[in-house]
């Protein structure tokens, strides 16, 4: 079935500093991407979306492209904030039009320090 | 506006004892889900509902787990008999049927099994 890699983290950065996060996927079909975040001791929240190539989604500072000939959809932002800390989940859907659901990657835990 | 509620938000229980998780959606949606997050394997889509009926329950690891939707304001998760291994978060989300891609992810229940 259709899955989604993201990098290992944590990623630790200092205030102000630019983040990439890499996320690539695998699908048969043309999916919708997603990126998510998850703050400490809460549910995930949808951060951004791309539907399809070429796309920019952004959100927050937050920016991510939906590159179809690399398969990709890094999340960036030029400068984060100790607010940032969180955990980041790139998805996409999978499925018919009829129903269908979200693949989540495993995650990538974002540290910012003052 | 309320959110996705789930309790409890901790469950501690013995091995082989039944546990039962409990989802509110928020009203008017009609797309329900539940899902699995572990260290291990990163966040799993367990099962879900589309106006209260089953549409995908292969993600269910075991006949151990059980779901139900009665109405479209309440759902359930059963694991019967409990395993130690079942320690999890695990999340309930809730989607507009139009929209499905974007969740909206209650708090979880922190479940563990001793």
């Known amino acids: 079935g259709d899955s989604v890699t993201q990098m290992e983290g944590p990623v630790t950065l200092s205030e102000e500093a630019f983040l990439t996060i890499n996320c690539t996927y695998t699908?048969?079909?043309?999916?919708?991407l997603f990126w998510y975040v998850q703050y400490p001791g809460e549910g995930l929240q949808l951060l951004l979306k791309?539907?399809?190539?070429?796309d920019k989604g952004s959100n927050k500072g937050f920016e991510a492209t939906y590159r179809k000939e690399t398969t990709s959809f890094h999340l960036e932002k030029g400068s984060v904030q100790v607010s940032d800390s969180a955990v980041y989940f790139c998805?996409?859907?999978?499925?018919?039009?009829?129903?269908?659901?979200?693949?989540f990657g495993t995650g990538t835990r974002l540290l910012v320090s003052p | 506006d309320a959110g996705v509620i789930q309790s409890p938000r901790h469950e501690v229980t013995e091995m082989g004892q039944e546990v039962t998780l409990r989802c509110k959606p928020i009203?008017?949606?009609?797309?329900l889900f539940w899902y699995r997050q572990t260290m291990m394997r990163g966040l799993e889509l367990l099962i879900y509902?589309?106006?209260?009926?089953?549409?995908?329950d292969s993600g269910m690891p075991e006949d151990r787990f059980s779901a139900k939707m009665p109405n479209a304001s309440f759902s359930t998760l059963k694991i019967q008999p409990s395993e130690p291994r079942d320690s999890a978060v695990y999340f309930c989300?809730?989607?507009?049927?139009?929209?499905?891609?974007?969740?909206?992810f209650g708090s979880g229940t922190q479940l563990s099994v001793l």
């Open positions: 509902f589309n106006n209260n009926v089953p549409i995908d």
């Open positions: 699908a048969t079909g043309y999916p919708s």
């Open positions: 989300a809730s989607s507009l049927e139009r929209g499905r891609e974007k969740l909206f």
């Open positions: 998805a996409l859907s999978e499925g018919s039009t009829g129903f269908q659901k979200l693949v």
């Open positions: 009203s008017g949606h009609n797309s």
């Open positions: 791309a539907t399809k190539a070429d």
